[in-house]
């Protein structure tokens, strides 16, 4: 279906059946739920956020058991979380998060896998990408450089990957 045809729907309702549809949607959708959330009550924002927050930390250290490390599930969340803000902070938080979480896990458990270096120097690259375009660079720039530094030792080339990286964007 486009959207032409979904407007075209759309004019043939009344106003009642238009605010009835949007409800049915809101109650069925956890999804719209949050988009009209974050529309309508700004305040929320900051709840919501951490939600998507923690889906990213808790793939790294759940509560129970070990790290499921899903990067699909935690670069879902990003995504879901952008088409419910466009909030630059907020997006940066989310995908520093990700990062930050990375080199913790890695600090805490060991070497892993060339994939696990390969997802976590993708996200920094990306991130720091993100603050550039929006010019966040004065506010994210200690905790990017921050976990620069905590990947300082890492294997499989990680912590050059990720000073490469960082200087890519920060020139110091």
Known sequence: MKVKELRDYLKTLENKEMINELVELFKT??????????????????????DYRKVIVDE???????????????K???????KISDDSVHIT??????????????NTYGDIDERFYINIENMFNNTLDYIVKNNLENQFRKRCKKAMDNSSGIGWGFADSMMEIYYSYFNE
């Open 29 to 50: 959708f956890p999804d719209v739920k949050e988009y009209y959330l974050a529309k309508l009550k700004p305040e929320y924002l900051e709840e919501i956020l951490e």
């Open 60 to 74: 790294f250290f759940p509560a129970r058991g070990d790290g499921k490390l899903r990067y699909s599930v935690m």
């Open 76 to 82: 879902k969340a990003i995504s879901d979380f952008k």
């Open 93 to 106: 938080e989310l995908m520093l998060t990700y990062v930050e979480q990375g080199v913790k896990f890695t």
